[in-house]
């Protein structure tokens, strides 16, 4: 069975830093592209970060960008750094991963999904 699983979510004061993780099991992901997306309340989920699997080549949401890194490792881990926090990055965060076309953003690109990690950012 395929699974993500997002963990490093928390509260944290606005100026500071989170790590989010996302461990994928149930088949090799290392030629999938994966992807980071969030949802606030009352809002649509958007995109927030994408690694391709060929090259490993990001792409960020403006909102995010010089303030965000997102990485993989070998295994089938992937990592979102978050610097610089502020309140209106409280979302629920997800993890995806997908094959084929990559622009990273679009959610049709995606073909699993984690359950997702609260951040939690104050002022």
């Known amino acids: 069975q395929v699974q993500l699983v997002e963990s490093g979510g928390g509260l944290v004061q606005a100026g500071g830093s989170l790590r989010l993780s996302c461990a994928a099991s149930?088949?090799?992901?290392?030629?999938?592209?994966m992807g980071w997306f969030r949802q606030s309340p009352g809002k649509e989920r958007e995109f927030v970060a994408a690694i391709r699997w060929s090259g490993g080549s990001t792409t960020y949401a403006d909102s995010v960008k010089g303030r965000f890194t997102a990485s993989r490792d070998n295994a089938e881990n992937m990592y979102l750094q978050m610097n610089s926090l502020k309140p209106e990055d409280t979302a629920v965060y997800y993890c995806?991963?997908?094959?084929?076309?990559?622009?990273?953003?679009?959610?049709?690109?995606?073909?699993?999904w984690g359950q997702g990690t609260q951040v939690t950012v104050s002022s």
């Open positions: 995806a991963a997908g094959w084929g076309a990559f622009s990273g953003s679009r959610e049709t690109e995606y073909h699993y």
């Open positions: 149930g088949r090799t992901f290392s030629r999938y592209n």
